[in-house]
């Protein structure tokens, strides 16, 4: 597949499930209203739309003006690494670290590569693949720990606004 239509579809599916996401919270108004549920929620939020916001700025950068792309993955993986420490720092306070989100260092890991891959992105080279084939994988595994951090809030009870 040619990089560029992944990264249009790529990006499409990222919009698409922060949307079905918007969609899941309206249904679940309880999660809003302790910080706990916001926190889990806003986060799920940005696993999604981080990505999405990466692939947009992969195809208007390219291969012609790759200094868009590459900026733009610096700082927007920074932003999300940042993020998804807050947020595991948080979680792991308040005791209510699942699985996942014990793990959620792993999600922060591939923002930092991404992030790395962006100011060196010739480190690739000897991988075979270009430096955008590369950001694509690592955004592929992001948007897999997305659906797992989904199961994992999903699947437990739903936050008590009481607390």
Request: proline share 5%; charged share 15%; with cysteine.
């Amino acid at each position: 597949m040619d990089v560029a239509t992944f990264y249009a579809l790529f990006s499409a599916t990222c919009f698409t499930l922060v949307g079905l996401w918007w969609a899941v919270v309206q249904k679940h108004e309880v999660w809003l209203r302790s910080p706990e549920g916001r926190r889990d929620a806003g986060g799920i939020y940005l696993a999604f739309l981080l990505p999405g916001l990466m692939g947009l700025f992969a195809q208007v950068g390219g291969t012609e003006n790759p200094l868009i792309w590459r900026v733009s993955f610096v700082v927007v993986a920074l932003i999300g690494c940042w993020s998804t420490l807050r947020l595991l720092q948080r979680s792991r306070a308040d005791g209510d670290a699942g699985l996942f989100a014990q793990h959620r260092w792993i999600a922060a890991l591939i923002y930092a590569l991404i992030a790395i891959l962006g100011v060196a992105p010739e480190i690739v080279d000897p991988l075979g693949v270009t430096p955008l084939q590369a950001e694509a994988t690592l955004l592929i595994l992001l948007i897999a720990l997305a659906h797992w951090l989904v199961w994992e809030f999903m699947t437990h009870a739903e936050p008590d606004p009481e607390s």
